[in-house]
């Protein structure tokens, strides 16, 4: 095998999916899957990669998480005025995907991204750890930077200036919300004749479709 060519080959055999087995909606099946991988105590459950596209065709990809899920959509925070914050502004939207090795699924999620509103952010902000405040607080996403230090030096002066730890939240910090129109459960399978099933929404309807792997 050539140094070049990294391949790690095995089986899938872990789990099974039937059309059987789905929920009637993607949201539950979704949450039911969330939950097995939660019960597994897999790592960042709920870490997810985020695909934007701008408005040259570029699509770029991160790994972000997952912070809410409810009947509207998938729900993050991030600086807005970041890559992807501009990525979105110019074509809001976007893919997710969930990918959960321990039990050989993935969840790719499909639809269109709307900023949340201001009051959610601040409910969410003010809920962190304090680090994390006023690392938020003092970064300015995807700016250039000198080096480490400046950034350390920033969350410093934010310290002295806010001693009771009450850092304001950045107005350009806030949440957005992907509002999904497709879903696709994967279960990988024996011999890779892995199990697809997509879910595509018709006049707020959901109907369900098995695809070959």
């Known amino acids: 095998m050539s140094d070049d060519l990294i391949e790690e080959r095995r ?16 949201l539950e099946q979704f949450r039911h899957w969330m939950k097995q991988a939660r019960a597994a105590k897999i790592l960042d459950a709920s870490a997810m990669a985020l695909a934007t596209a701008d408005s040259t065709g570029q699509p770029h990809v991160r790994i972000v998480l997952l912070k809410k899920v409810d009947d509207e959509g998938f729900s993050w925070y991030t600086y807005q005025q970041s890559d992807k914050g501009d990525q979105l502004a110019q074509n809001p939207q976007a893919s997710l995907l969930f990918y959960w090795r321990e039990l050989e699924r993935q969840v790719r999620i499909e639809g269109r991204v709307v900023r949340l509103d201001p009051t959610n952010a601040d409910e969410y902000f003010y809920s962190r750890p304090e680090g994390s405040r ?22 410093a002066a934010l310290h002295q200036q806010y001693p009771d730890g009450n850092v304001p939240r950045p107005d350009v910090w806030g949440g957005y919300q992907l509002q999904p129109t497709r879903f696709e459960f994967w279960q990988g399978r024996d011999d890779r004749l892995h199990d697809r099933f997509i879910y595509t929404k018709h006049d707020n309807a959901w109907t369900t479709q098995r695809l070959s792997p």
Request: charged letters at 15%; glycine letters at 0%.
């Open 11 to 26: 089986d899938y055999s872990a789990n099974t999916l039937s059309a059987a087995e789905l929920a009637n909606t993607p």
């Open 134 to 155: 006023f690392s938020a607080a003092a970064s300015i996403q995807s700016a250039p930077v000198e080096n480490r230090a400046e950034l350390q030096a920033k969350v």
